[in-house]
Nanobody, 126 residues
Framework: VHVAESGGGLVQAGESLRLSCSTS????????VAWFRQAPGKERERVSCIRRHGDTRSRDSIYYADSVKGRFTISSDNDRHMVYLQMDNLKPEDTAVYYCTADYLPCTVVLGWENWGQGTQVTVSS
């Protein structure tokens, strides 16, 4: 199982970024993929998660932290083995290193994720 993030950068408040998580070693309809973030001096925080259930999008399990609901959108492309995190209306408090992780877990689980990427820095200036 391997995941790798890309797409971070420096933006101003109110702008958008799309993070990408490249995956291999599993299929997106068997493993959940989650985004976590960690700001300096803070604990790692679960941001979003997607767990696909077959080909019917309405059956997908999706989680968003309250702090990003309405601003972030997670999606997946099974054919390209990619998971995306579209981040709109970014705020300075979204500044953190963002990590992608995948595991055979439900999205409701916070601990136990074992397959992590190296992280990508997102910095939002005010």
């Amino acid at each position: 199982v391997h995941v790798a993030e890309s797409g971070g950068g420096l933006v101003q408040a109110g702008e958008s970024l799309r993070l990408s998580c490249s995956t291999s070693g599993f299929t997106l309809d068997t493993y959940a993929v989650a985004w976590f973030r960690q700001a300096p001096g803070k604990e790692r925080e679960r941001v979003s998660c997607i767990r696909r259930h077959g080909d019917t999008r309405s059956r997908d399990s999706i989680y968003y932290a309250d702090s990003v609901k309405g601003r972030f959108t997670i999606s997946s492309d099974n054919d390209r083995h990619m998971v995306y995190l579209q981040m709109d209306n970014l705020k300075p408090e979204d500044t953190a290193v963002y990590y992608c992780t995948a595991d055979y877990l439900p999205c409701t689980v916070v601990l136990g994720w074992e397959n992590w990427g190296q992280g990508t820095q997102v910095t939002v200036s005010s």
